[in-house]
C-alpha cells in the first residue's frame, strides 16, 4: 500500500487482543537507503502549518514528521492524522525529565504507558517512537553521567514490551544516538538488544566550517556497526550558518552514500552560540537551493 506521493509501504494487520478485548495493530516501514526526508517544526504537535512552508522550500513533501512528548504528555493522534493526510510518517521522541527510570522499569508509570500505547495502536498505523533520545551524551536527566546504563536498558525494554503487550505493534522502535564526540559515553552500553529496536537513530549537526559527514557521523555508525546490523536513520541533523550552507551537499551525499534510510531536519532557529545555531532552511537562500539540490540529487535515487 502507498500513501500518497510520499511512498512510504506499510502493511496493517487486525487480530483478536484477549488482554485489552481490542484489536491489535501490526504496521512496518520499508528500509531502502536514502528514502526518507524527514523534519521538525516549532509548534508540533499542535501546529502543522509550519510542515507546508519547509516542503516549499525543499520541494517535496516529507515522509516523516516529528515533534517531542513530554512525559504524561498522551500520543497526539490528531497531529499524527493530519500528518497520514500528506503522506508523512509522525515520529516522537518521548522525553523522560519527569520521570524514575528505575521506576519506569518497575512498572511505576504503567497506567500512563498502556493509555499511551492504546492511542497508538487504536491510530493503527506506522508509528516512529524514540525514547530517552542522546542517551549517551550528559545533557539530560536520563543520559550518560546521570544514570547506569543498565538501568536505561530496563526502562527501554520495559517501555518496548508494555507497547507490544497492548497490541501496539505498529511502532517503529527508534535507539536515538547521540552522535559520539567528547564527553560521550561507548555507545554500546546503552543497546536494549536488537529484539527490542527496529531502527537505529543518530543525531548530528553540522557546526563548524571543518565538519563533514565523517567527522559527524562516521565514528558513530562504525561504532553501531560493530554490535547491529539495524537500518540506520539520522534522526536529527541540520547544518548551520556557522558550517556554511555549501555543506548541506556534504550531509546528503554522506547520507546516501553511508546507506542511512535518510535524515530528519532540524528546521528550528536557536540564538544561544555555536551549539545554537539558527537552523532553518526557508529563510536563507541558500541553505534553500543546497537543501532542494540535495533531495533532488540524492534521495531521488533511493531504489
Known amino acids: 500500500m502507498l500513501i500518497a506521493a510520499a511512498a512510504i ?20 516501514l520499508p528500509t531502502r537507503p536514502a528514502s526518507y526526508l524527514g523534519v521538525y517544526e516549532p509548534g508540533a504537535p499542535g501546529a502543522y502549518e509550519p510542515v507546508a512552508g519547509f516542503a516549499k522550500a525543499a520541494g517535496r513533501q516529507p ?19 493530519r500528518a497520514r493526510s500528506h503522506g508523512a510518517v509522525t515520529i516522537v521522541q518521548i522525553d523522560p525529565t519527569y520521570a524514575l527510570l528505575p521506576a519506569i522499569a518497575a512498572g511505576a508509570y504503567d497506567s500512563y504507558l498502556r493509555s499511551y500505547a492504546d492511542s497508538v495502536r487504536d491510530f493503527g498505523h ?9 542517551m549517551n551524551a550528559t545533557w539530560y536527566p536520563w543520559g550518560y553521567g546521570h544514570v547506569p546504563p543498565a538501568t536505561f536498558v530496563a526502562a527501554w525494554r520495559h517501555v518496548v514490551t508494555l507497547f507490544r503487550g497492548q497490541g501496539a505493534g505498529n511502532v517503529t522502535w527508534l535507539w536515538t544516538l547521540q552522535a559520539d564526540t567528547t564527553g560521550t559515553g561507548p555507545v554500546r552500553s546503552w543497546w536494549p538488544g536488537a529484539n527490542y529496536v527496529t ?20 565514528h558513530t555508525i562504525a561504532q553501531v556497526r560493530q554490535f547491529t546490523a539495524k537500518p540506520l536513520l539520522l534522526s536529527e541533523t541540520a547544518v548551520g550558518p556557522g558550517a ?4 548541506i551537499s556534504n550531509l546528503f551525499t ?29 529563510d536563507s537562500p ?9 533531495v533532488r540529487d540524492e534521495l531521488a535515487r533511493a531504489p
Do not use: C, N
Not at 126 to 134: D, L
Open 9 to 28: 509501504a506499510y502493511a496493517v494487520t487486525r487480530v483478536g487482543s484477549p488482554s485489552s478485548r481490542r484489536a491489535a495493530a501490526t504496521a512496518s
Open 63 to 81: 515522509d516523516i514528521v516529528g515533534y517531542f512528548s513530554g512525559w504524561s504528555q498522551p500520543f497526539a493522534a490528531p497531529f499524527a492524522e
Open 126 to 134: 506506522p508509528v516512529i517512537i524514540g525514547f530517552g533520545h542522546e
Open 199 to 218: 531502527w537505529v537513530g543518530i543525531d548530528g549537526y553540522y557546526y563548524r566550517p571543518s565538519d563533514t559527514f565523517a567527522s559527524v557521523f562516521g
Open 244 to 247: 556554511g550552507h555549501a555543506k
Open 254 to 282: 554522506g547520507m546516501r552514500r553511508y546507506g542511512t534510510l535518510g535524515l530528519v531536519w532540524f528546521d528550528m532557529a536557536q540564538h544561544r552560540g555555536i551549539y545554537h545555531q539558527d537552523w532553518r532552511i526557508e
Open 286 to 294: 541558500a541553505a534553500e537551493a543546497a537543501f532542494r539540490q540535495g
